[in-house]
């Protein structure tokens, strides 16, 4: 139900929007979140947003260089990131939950995940 997109390899400095897109039951009343998991390492929150759109959060390793947006008409969210560095390369998946959280516990529903490679 949810379809993460927009992945790839990119140089470092470089950007890339990431797209979630949600089908079946709505999610317009759902917080919409992204965390990213590097190879060997857990799941770790980066940003989320609340159902309306009016409150974010982000991860401080990624304040300032990422941005989370959503479109309800669209029942999509995205993930705008500049600045890349070779370590944020990860898997990024989307997430929605009822409630926002930081915790990967705190949400139910989650996407496939879409690759982030970042080159030096």
């Known amino acids: 139900q949810l379809q993460a997109s927009g992945g790839g390899l990119v140089q470092a400095g470089g950007s890339l929007r990431l797209s979630c897109a949600a089908s079946?039951?709505?999610?317009?009343?759902?917080?919409m979140a992204w965390f990213r998991q590097a190879p060997g390492k857990e799941r770790e929150f980066a940003a989320a947003?609340?159902?309306?759109?009016?409150?974010?959060r982000y991860a401080d390793s990624v304040k300032g260089r990422f941005t989370i947006s959503r479109d309800n008409a669209k029942n999509t969210v995205y993930l705008q990131m500049n600045g890349l560095k070779p370590e944020d390369t990860a898997v990024y998946y989307c997430a929605a939950d009822q409630y926002m959280g930081d915790l990967a516990a705190d949400y139910e529903h989650w996407g496939q995940g879409t690759l982030v490679t970042v080159s030096s």
């Open positions: 947003i609340s159902w309306k759109g009016g409150t974010t």
């Open positions: 079946g039951p709505t999610f317009g009343n759902h917080a």
